[in-house]
Nanobody
Framework: QVQLVESGGGLVQAGGSLRLSCAAS????????MGWFRRAPGKENEFVAA????????YYADSVKGRFTISRDNAKNTLYLQMNSLKPEDTAVYSC??????????????????WGQGTQVTVSS
């Protein structure tokens, strides 16, 4: 049974930092492209960042580029998202996802096979 479990969310002031983790079980993370998505109240699921199976390629939404860093530790089957210079508009539920190893469009949520339940990130002004 595949499980993705996020942790590290919380309440932080604008300008602060958080580090999210996503622990995978029931699969070998190195076989998957991994991504982070977020959903704010009343809004659709939004791509945040993705990383190739080897970690050699990373992809970011323009809104987080330069502030967020995605990384992975395949030995630990764990995905990370370091979030710096947080803004109130970053407030959302953040979910990790696992998709095909060779994924031509990691920005799209449609072909990610497995999803976590999400962790709440709230940024106060």
């Amino acid at each position: 049974q595949v499980q993705l479990v996020e942790s590290g969310g919380g309440l932080v002031q604008a300008g602060g930092s958080l580090r999210l983790s996503c622990a995978a079980s029931g699969l070998f993370a190195s076989s998957y492209t991994m991504g982070w998505f977020r959903r704010a109240p009343g809004k659709e699921n939004e791509f945040v960042a993705a990383i190739s199976w080897s970690g050699g390629k990373t992809y970011y939404a323009d809104s987080v580029k330069g502030r967020f860093t995605i990384s992975r530790d395949n030995a630990k089957n764990t995905l990370y998202l370091q979030m710096n210079s947080l803004k109130p508009e970053d407030t959302a539920v953040y979910s990790c996802a696992a998709g095909p190893r060779y994924y031509s469009d990691p920005y799209s949520a449609t072909k990610y096979n497995y999803w976590g339940q999400g962790t709440q990130v709230t940024v106060s002004s």
